[in-house]
């Protein structure tokens, strides 16, 4: 197989293989690897781990770009990665050295986002560790995450019926509305029942919402 190597803009390097565009990296990588130099490689073994070499840096340089956006899982990253037309191979091993170098941290992503959603979002410890969960978080770190978590389910859905959803409150329809939205929140019926009659809401026509 041909390589070519061409130089683009931002300390860009093009590779192409027999003259296809294949990889960007970038130029510290690219001159300092043992590849600088080759123009052909025909050994199925040397061509493979090249490859991998090369099309892995690749992945790492378009992780760090989406890391730098916001953070996310590892495998929610592997997963845009590959969306994005990285082999799964290559995004799993940018994935890993992103993780080693510590941009990536899914213990330190799932708690600033756990915070995150029951400050912000409103929800309940239930619905955070499901949300981490679809975020890529593994059940084991979301468990750990979430019991450290120092919550009153009650406390925080009188402050949301106090604020929020204060003018829901007047009807029953607007009862029958809040209490739904809370359960889509994650909180179980026992605990918004104990709410409402917290702040004397009469809640005995509201069990099977």
Request: hydrophobic share 35%; glycine share 6%; with cysteine.
């Amino acid at each position: 197989m041909k390589i070519t190597a061409n130089r683009g803009k931002q300390n860009k390097i093009h590779i192409l293989c027999d003259g296809e565009y294949s990889f960007t990296v970038d130029a510290e990588y690219w001159f300092s690897s043992p590849y600088k130099s080759v123009e052909n490689i025909d050994d199925e073994a040397e061509l493979a781990a090249f490859l991998e070499a090369v099309g892995s840096r690749c992945a790492f340089l378009a992780g760090l770009r989406l890391l730098s956006y916001h953070d996310q899982s590892k495998r929610e990253l592997v997963g845009k990665l590959v969306r994005k037309g990285h082999k799964s191979e290559y995004a799993l091993l940018a994935a890993d050295r992103l993780e080693e170098l510590g941009y990536i941290d899914d213990e330190r992503y799932a708690q600033s986002l756990a915070e995150s959603l029951l400050e912000r979002k409103g929800m309940s410890v239930r619905g955070a560790k499901s949300a981490l969960i679809q975020k890529g978080i593994s059940r084991e770190i979301a468990d750990k995450v979430c019991e450290s978590l120092d919550f009153d389910p009650i406390l925080r859905i009188i402050d949301l019926l106090n604020g929020k959803y204060s003018r829901s409150l007047s009807d029953e329809k607007g009862i029958k509305r809040t209490v739904a939205a809370l359960q889509r929140l994650g909180y179980r019926w026992s605990d918004i029942n104990s709410a409402l009659r917290r702040i004397e809401v009469e809640t005995e026509d509201f069990e099977n919402v």
